[in-house]
């Protein structure tokens, strides 16, 4: 049984900065991402990264989100920048894509943690 634990999330003011954590336990992933769900919405890709060094934001990530996997295949780390209130969402991980340039629906995630929960307040 894959299990993927996220750690990192909570409450910041706009501006702020948050690092997110995922952990596979006893499990090597090729290719990791991150999504996130706010209320009301659907779960929308936020980035994916692979062990060929891969890495992949969307649009509104780019330039405030870095990402950043372990060697390990074991971990991957979002770090959150200049965060704002639209940011707000439960942050899900998620492993077992192909690659990072082809990973962006949930389609294409096969094992996906409990979420950690991110509020911004304005």
């Known amino acids: 049984q894959v299990r993927l634990v996220e750690t990192g999330g909570g409450s910041v003011e706009a501006g702020g900065s948050l690092r997110l954590s995922c952990t596979a336990t006893d499990y090597y992933s090729y290719c990791m991402g991150w999504f996130r769900q706010a209320p009301g919405k659907e779960r929308e890709w936020v980035a994916s990264?692979?062990?060929?060094?891969?890495?992949a934001l969307a649009d509104f990530a780019q330039g405030r989100f870095a990402l950043s996997k372990d060697p390990s295949g074991k971990a991957l780390y979002l770090q959150m920048n200049s965060l704002t209130p639209d940011d707000t969402a439960m942050y899900y991980c998620?492993?077992?894509?192909?690659?990072?340039?082809?990973?962006?629906?949930?389609?294409?995630?096969?094992?996906w943690g409990q979420g950690t929960q991110v509020t911004v307040s304005s």
């Open positions: 990264a692979d062990g060929a060094g891969t890495r």
């Open positions: 998620a492993a077992d894509c192909l690659t990072a340039r082809d990973a962006r629906t949930k389609s294409d995630f096969n094992f």
